[in-house]
């Protein structure tokens, strides 16, 4: 009796950690079948007062990954989706279901005491600052620079006790970046993508580390490899749109606006890309496609004066004046009906007026501007006193 007795104890270690290890591996196929709120609460079941490192960290590294919703990363919701779906896409659609409580930072923090210098812990630890960094961080006054340094802290002490998750060398990288450390984090993506990263998040990091180092056309190579990857749009136009940044620093215009055009398709209304390729086709006397593209950058937001600013110093910039008023002359009989919109059309060629040495003509185009404005503005709005004053200094020059 004694001795199996004596057996049952010495057993009951190893029955324990292959119940672990069970519960470990089902949680595995869970979360390769995008089963998160399955893979969490087979975790909760097994450990619901956490006290297994192992489990944990498996607790942790899904409530870091693959949360649906989470308040300052102290309570999460977790969503079992379809294999097609992607749970980023869905972080915008309000928590269903259950809400676990979970403080990462402090469980984290009390294992460190008996699991000190523990890779996989350390490498937790790091996700953790990085993520609440991305998160809440990164917009305040300091920049989360403090959150930052202590994600890398955490890194680097993984490192060094030879982690060799593809993960971590890509989370460094990502970290650098930031930290604007450009060839450290080209040599940690690229260990990252070596070891298996081989994901469109893996190749495009590498590429825009690249692109800050320099490495042009390695950029372009891996940029293009992150394009083929992606399935979201959002994703693929970051990559079309540092392709065509990366070309255009390598002098080849001409490759550089098929991406940028590519960015067109996907987002047809993307302000900053419409911005880039006019500039490109006035460049290339493509003056047919820059009308185009002047008017749908209007459109984006027709009462937004800086646009037909912005607009005037591309064709400016070319000396396409005689284009530019043709361009506002198109747009005066497409906005007859929205006053203010007149006024920012008059506003800006008296602008064009004062760069053409035409006075005259410049304070009859402030004069109608101001008359367009006085229909939709406030009487105290300040770009009275501004036309105001510039028609005094135009009449002083007479």
């Not at 290890?21 to 595995?28: A, W």
């Not at 008296?350 to 004069?367: F, G, H, I, P, W």
Request: hydrophobic share 40%; charged share 30%; with cysteine.
């Amino acid at each position: 009796m004694k001795k199996a007795l004596g057996l049952l104890i010495l057993l009951l270690p190893l029955m324990a950690c292959n119940s672990k290890q069970k519960v470990l591996s089902q949680v595995d196929d869970l979360l390769k079948q995008k089963k998160y709120l399955s893979a969490y609460s087979l975790l909760e079941k097994a450990d619901p007062n956490n006290r297994d490192i192992d489990l944990v960290l498996a607790k942790v590294q899904i409530a870091l990954d693959d949360y649906h919703t989470t308040y300052l990363l102290q309570s999460f919701t977790f969503k079992d989706i379809s294999p097609d779906q992607s749970i980023e896409d869905l972080r915008d659609q309000p928590a269903t279901g259950s809400v676990f409580a979970l403080s990462p930072e402090v469980l984290m923090n009390a294992l460190s005491e008996n699991h000190h210098g523990n890779s996989r812990l350390l490498e937790a630890q790091g996700d953790y600052q990085f993520l609440y960094y991305l998160n809440y961080d990164r917009l305040r006054k300091d920049k989360g620079l403090f959150r930052l340094r202590q994600a890398q802290s955490f890194y680097y002490q993984a490192l060094s006790r030879q982690a060799a998750d593809p993960r971590i060398f890509y989370r460094m990288g990502r970290v650098l970046i930031v930290l604007e450390e450009y060839s450290e984090a080209v040599r940690n993506l690229s260990e990252a993508v070596a070891r298996g990263m081989q994901t469109g998040d893996g190749y495009y990091y590498l590429a825009l580390a690249q692109s800050n180092s320099m490495e042009f056309s390695h950029c372009v190579e891996n940029g293009q490899k992150a394009l083929s990857l992606y399935t979201r749009s959002e994703d693929k136009v970051s990559a079309a749109r540092l392709m065509a940044q990366a070309y255009m620093a390598m002098g080849d215009e001409k490759s550089a606006v098929k991406y940028f055009e590519l960015v067109s398709q996907l987002r047809p209304r993307n302000y900053a890309n419409l911005k880039a390729l006019l500039r490109l086709n006035l460049s290339h006397k493509a003056m047919d496609k820059s009308l185009a593209l002047a008017k749908t950058m209007l459109a984006t937001q027709p009462k937004d004066r800086a646009i037909l600013q912005d607009i005037y110093e591309a064709y400016d910039e070319y000396k396409y004046s005689k284009e530019f008023y043709g361009f506002l002359e198109k747009m005066r009989s497409l906005y007859a009906k929205q006053d203010e919109v007149m006024g920012d059309l008059y506003f800006v060629q008296a602008r064009a007026d004062v760069n053409m040495k035409r006075t005259n003509d410049a304070v009859e185009s402030l004069k109608k501007a101001r008359n367009y404005f006085s229909k939709a503005l406030k009487p105290k709005d300040k770009i009275f006193k501004t036309i105001d004053d510039q028609i005094k200094e135009l009449n002083r020059r007479k």
